[in-house]
Structures are given as structure tokens and as C-alpha cells.
């Protein structure tokens, strides 16, 4: 982390004179803007150092996609450096992400924190896509990344991540997932040995290949697992929701008409299960042409923020239609790895950004709910 030489003042000051409370308290006008508590109160800073005029300390945040964690590291060290005395800031900006306190305890996922469903009302929308590029972006910003492929008939995941092969055995007999992309990786898709074997399963077929998906994978330590939901609402859903409790859904869906009444059946069916719902993402938003730059609202624009605001749920991103992402897909090189030179890269990242943000305080204010019930 870069070190701030504090200015010169015009009076002389003794070095040593810097406490460590006087740096808690320079500390408590940082207030993080989302959960709207300074980082003294919200536990977040730790092991604060004075040496002479040299302050270190750690900040701790609860995700480590967290949107604004550059102006929060800024702040902390501006609101030091303003201390009488102190000349050098070192700020360690660390994770810890909080868990949803649902999953605590249970036994088919013990070390995952928080899973997030990725679900549409109907098929053709994007939801993969969007799934995979979620699951990408927040693993490239530092957290531990699970994506499982619940969609048993119609697996994509393998394709659009570029891998191939069968998983391996642990010695306990557990299945290992595949990596790809600085993330854990599991499809019915990896199981087949022809890609094109289409899968005639009946629903309790389906149902014991996702009980087995959670109880026999080695999941190990997560802060997310991301599922890709099969289109619709079946089987799948009702496995998943009675198996394992969700943080949240994120339903996708396009600005047509019939898409979007699809998707309001999918907020019903997870409120139904309450399950939490993180909010709407309109895929295939609008179209700009590379040559003129000319805007193109294909399956016209604005049903996604319009069927939020009308079933009172969080409106979260507007993803346009983009070749680079297209491409990515295929080639199974995401939009949101370091790989792509997708130009809507920066939509992704604050789109899963977004998302790892209101787990954060949906999980922080469920702890303090929790609290509050525990001391009366």
C-alpha cells in the first residue's frame, strides 16, 4: 500500500506524542457510506501501530469486492495524516466477508458463506452469462468463488468457462471441482461423455444430482457460491431453496414484454421460499453500434427498472448487448477475466460489486437483529 507523507506544518510538532486512541478517533470520522456507521464502531479496524511519527494499521471490510474500498482506504489515510506528528500512513486494506447467518451450522455447505442464486423466468436471456461473468468478477477482486451449475438439462457452464475433462476424487471421496478463472467449478456437463447426450431425467433424477452436487462436492472455504438456476420455475428450484437456505436471488431477464413476465414469476416463487431477493438485471439492454457510436434499443429498454420498481424490488445493472461478451462466451474467456479486453468490463465488476454489497448489509443487519433478539 502507498505510504503519505504528511505536509510540512508551520509549527514544529514532538514526535511521539501520536496514541493509538488518538488514531481511533481520527479513524471515527471515516464512515462507510453503505452501511452508514463509522469503521471504529463497525469493528473494521485493527492492530493500529505508532511508532514515532509512523502510524500502521489494518482495515478489515466485509467484502473484499467491496465498491468503494478505494475511497474508504483514502479517507482513512488522509484523516491519519491530519494528525499533529504523524508523517508516514500505512493502511493494510484485508476482507473478511461476512457470512449469512442462515448458513451457519448446517451441514450440506459448512464452509461456504453465502450462496447466490442466479435465476430467470425463462430460457434465452443471458442468465449463464451473467452467472459466470458475477462469479469471475468477484473472484478477481479477492474472494473465494464457487459456481454450480444447477441447469441439469441444459449445462452451459463448461462451455462458456472454455473447460473440459472430469472432476477428480478427493481421498474421502469427494468430488474435487474443476478451477478455471480463480474459481470452483461444478456441471452435470463434466459428467457426460458425449457433450451432446441430451438428459432425459425424470424430476426425482434431477433432484438427487443436485442433492449430490451439494452434499458430495468438496466445496471447501467459500465467501460465495454462485448458482446458475435452470430457466423457469421447477424441480430445481424447490431442491435448491428446501436443501440449502440462499442468501439472495438475482433474477435476469431482457426489456421484452414476455420476458419479464417470467421474471416476476420468479420473484414470487423465491419470495415463497423466502428467499431474499438482491434485486433485477436487465441483459441485452440496448445495442451501440462500434461504427457510429448510434444507440439501438433492440428489445426496447427500461421493463427491467420498471418490473423492479413495480414488485418493490432493488434495481441492479443494465447489461447491453455486446460482441466481446458473445465472443468471450464462446471462446470461454469471460467478459470479466483479466483476459478479455471487453469494453463492458467496468458494467460487470459493478454489477457483482453491487450484489456483494447488498449481501454485506443484509448480512450485517440480520447480525444485529440476531443481537438485539439475543439481549431481551
Known sequence: MPIFPRKKESTPVTPGNV???????????????????????????????VDGGSVRFRVVLTTPACPVK????????????????VDKVHVQMEANTARDGKL??????????????????????????????????????????????????????????????????????KIVPIEAHGIRLMSIGFMLSDPDQAMVWRGPMVHSALRNFLEDVAWGELDYLVV?????????????TQSIPLTGAVIVTTPQDV???????GVTLFR?????????????????????GKRYDIFRHGGGKAAAEEL?????????????????GDAGVPASSPESDSPQKSVLFD????????ISIQNLTQTETQTVIESN
Not at 446458475?228 to 435448491?240: I, K, Q, R, S
Not at 415463497?272 to 457510429?292: C, H, Q, R
Not at 418493490?312 to 443494465?318: A, D, K, M, R
Not at 454489477?351 to 447488498?358: Q, S, V, Y
Open 351 to 358: 454489477l457483482a460489486r453491487e450484489i456483494a454489497k447488498r
Open 272 to 292: 415463497k421460499t423466502s428467499t431474499p431477493i438482491l434485486g433485477i438485471v436487465e441483459n441485452m439492454s440496448y445495442f451501440i453500434a462500434p461504427d457510429t
Open 70 to 85: 478505494e475511497q474508504l482506504e483514502s479517507e482513512c489515510e488522509q484523516a491519519v495524516a491530519a494528525l499533529p506528528g
Open 104 to 173: 451457519a451450522g448446517q451441514a450440506l455447505l459448512p464452509g461456504v458463506r453465502n450462496t447466490i442464486a442466479v435465476a430467470s423466468g425463462k430460457g434465452g436471456v443471458g442468465k449463464s452469462t451473467v452467472a459466470v461473468n458475477i462469479a469471475v468478477a468477484l473472484a478477481v477482486d479477492g474472494a473465494a468463488v464457487g459456481l454450480l451449475d444447477a441447469d441439469i438439462y441444459g449445462p452451459s457452464i463448461p462451455i462458456l468457462l472454455g473447460v473440459h475433462g472430469q472432476p477428480e476424487m478427493s481421498p474421502d471421496k
Open 19 to 49: 496514541t493509538e486512541a488518538a488514531v481511533l478517533k481520527a479513524l471515527a470520522s471515516v464512515e462507510d457510506p453503505d452501511l452508514h456507521k463509522d469503521l471504529v464502531a463497525l469493528g473494521m479496524i485493527h492492530d493500529v501501530e
Open 259 to 265: 420476458a419479464l413476465s417470467d421474471a416476476r414469476k
Open 228 to 240: 446458475d438456476m435452470p430457466p423457469g420455475t421447477g424441480d430445481a428450484h424447490l431442491t435448491l
Open 312 to 328: 418493490g424490488v432493488p434495481f441492479l445493472s443494465e447489461i447491453p448487448i455486446d460482441l466481446t461478451i458473445c465472443q468471450g
